[in-house]
């Protein structure tokens, strides 16, 4: 299987390298990574055994890439405009593009570009960040769900693509859920991804800094119960016991710096439009209000503004 890596950071390289370790024809797209990798290779040091790649074929540029079976875009969001040129030359007839980033709506930019590609949304599962040039740390978990995406945001069951892409991972030594309903996996890991990134970020502190305090607990619990509510808008029903499994599994989690957060440390862009704004304006379009979600969204609106203007 010839496979690309579309953003190869943290996510693109772990699982990246996890396909090249099962035996794939692995191709990554870097950017400022690229000669550092050319010269001293890929490493991942992970909690499931670390990989050390001193080749892979690296580019500094989409044009030089060949076009792949799977595509995998682990992008920023903030970058998704530049799709429609980062796309194209990697995609051929019956090529499988699979969006491997937070937040909601995502699935919709690929779609738009009409490369006649088969689109798959992935949620990762994962605790990983970027630590160096060409050095990715893996911390914990490294699960994905993967769902089929269609224009409209239907049910499309489990697919025989969908099927194909989740045996490349699973042959992989990567867990796999294979969701029949895309929008409502997104809706579940926004949770997470609403209740604690923005938190993290906004007060710079670590996950296990915010389960512990009573009042940001409060506060990532009644995120949570607004996400709910949100995705039930759109006909999606979740437990409310999930806001409390949520709870559990954070309390467990190893001390973690969310991707939000980092990205504030290091002055970058923030993904606030995916994992905040889009899920805000989907609840409003369905007569429902997320008044502490639009606060935190607000907020990191005016953070977002001071980054970009710093950098």
């Known amino acids: 299987m010839k496979i690309a890596v579309i953003g190869s950071g943290a996510i693109g390289a772990y699982y990246g390298a996890r396909l090249l370790?099962?035996?794939?024809?692995?191709?990554?797209?870097?950017?400022?990574?690229?000669?550092?990798?050319?010269?001293?290779?890929?490493?991942?040091?992970?909690?499931?055994?670390?990989?050390?790649?001193?080749?892979?074929?690296?580019?500094?540029?989409?044009?030089?890439?060949?076009?792949?079976?799977?595509?995998?875009?682990a992008t920023k969001t903030t970058t998704n405009h530049l799709l429609e040129k980062l796309l194209p030359s990697v995609?051929?007839?019956?090529?499988?593009?699979?969006?491997?980033?937070?937040?909601?709506?995502?699935?919709?930019?690929?779609?738009?570009?009409?490369?006649?590609?088969?689109?798959?949304?992935?949620?990762?599962?994962?605790?990983?960040?970027?630590?160096?040039?060409?050095?990715?740390?893996?911390?914990?978990?490294?699960k994905i769900t993967i769902g089929h995406y269609l224009a409209g945001g239907s049910p499309a069951g489990v697919t025989p693509e969908l099927e194909r892409v989740a045996?490349?991972?699973?042959?992989?030594?990567?867990?796999?859920?294979?969701c029949d309903d895309l929008i409502l996996a997104r809706?579940?890991?926004?949770?997470?991804?609403?209740?604690?990134?923005?938190?993290?970020?906004?007060?710079?502190?670590?996950?296990?800094?915010?389960?512990?305090c009573p009042a940001t607990r409060r506060l990532t619990r009644e995120l949570m119960a607004e996400v709910r509510a949100g995705a039930l808008s759109m006909g999606r029903e979740i437990p409310e016991?999930?806001?409390?499994?949520?709870?559990?599994?954070?309390?467990?989690?190893?001390?973690?710096?969310?991707s939000m957060m980092l990205d504030a440390?290091?002055?970058?862009?923030?993904?606030?439009?995916?994992?905040?704004?889009?899920?805000?304006?989907?609840?409003?379009?369905h007569g429902v209000d997320l008044p502490a979600v639009r606060t935190i969204y607000l907020q990191l609106l005016f953070l977002d503004e001071r980054l970009r203007s710093a950098s």
């Open 91 to 142: 995609c051929g007839p019956g090529s499988v593009v699979v969006l491997m980033q937070n937040g909601l709506n995502g699935e919709r930019t690929i779609d738009r570009l009409g490369l006649g590609v088969t689109v798959l949304g992935c949620l990762c599962f994962v605790c990983c960040n970027k630590i160096g040039p060409g050095h990715v740390a893996h911390l914990d978990y490294g």
């Open 21 to 73: 370790q099962a035996g794939h024809e692995v191709h990554f797209l870097f950017r400022s990574d690229y000669d550092h990798v050319l010269e001293n290779g890929l490493r991942v040091d992970s909690v499931r055994g670390d990989m050390f790649f001193p080749q892979v074929n690296a580019y500094g540029r989409v044009e030089d890439m060949p076009r792949c079976d799977v595509v995998l875009v």
């Open 241 to 258: 016991s999930f806001i409390d499994d949520i709870l559990d599994s954070t309390d467990r989690m190893a001390p973690y710096k969310p």
């Open 187 to 212: 809706w579940r890991k926004l949770f997470w991804n609403i209740a604690f990134n923005g938190p993290c970020a906004l007060l710079g502190a670590t996950t296990d800094l915010v389960v512990s």
């Open 265 to 285: 440390e290091n002055r970058r862009p923030l993904e606030v439009e995916a994992i905040y704004g889009e899920p805000l304006r989907t609840a409003e379009e």
């Open 167 to 178: 045996a490349l991972f699973e042959g992989a030594g990567i867990p796999v859920e294979q």
